[in-house]
């Protein structure tokens, strides 16, 4: 199994940046899928989760509600996070994760990417 995380990079504050995670050797469909983050000197921390098969139902940690937007597309077995209104404090390195038929809050994820750097200058 392999979760290959892209999209990170330099922003400003205040504005955008979509990662992807592209998945390979798995059946896609039946992971809930999700991204973490974590910043210098802080612990991973959870950041949304979408659910397996359709992803009719998404979660988000509170301090990206409004402003992060997760989604799925099984045809390509990738799953991406859109981020809107970006500020220092969003500064990590971003992890994707999959949990087989887990929930939304990917308490115990079973595969991690390998991590994309977002870097939120003010």
């Known amino acids: 199994v392999q979760l290959q995380a892209s999209g990170g990079g330099l922003a400003q504050a205040g504005g955008s940046l979509k990662l992807s995670c592209a998945a390979s050797?798995?059946?896609?469909?039946?992971?809930?899928m999700g991204w973490f983050r974590q910043a210098p000197g802080k612990e991973r921390e959870f950041v949304a989760g979408?659910?397996?098969?359709?992803?009719?139902?998404?979660n988000y940690t509170d301090s990206v509600k409004g402003r992060f937007a997760i989604s799925r597309d099984n045809a390509k077995n990738t799953v991406y996070l859109q981020m809107n209104s970006l500020k220092p404090e969003d500064t990590a390195v971003y992890y994707c994760?999959?949990?087989?038929?887990?929930?939304?809050?990917?308490?115990?994820?079973?595969?991690w990417g390998q991590g994309t750097q977002v870097t939120v200058s003010s």
């Open positions: 994760a999959a949990d087989r038929f887990g929930s939304i809050y990917l308490r115990t994820p079973l595969f």
């Open positions: 979408i659910s397996w098969n359709d992803g009719t139902h998404t």
């Open positions: 050797g798995l059946t896609f469909s039946n992971y809930a």
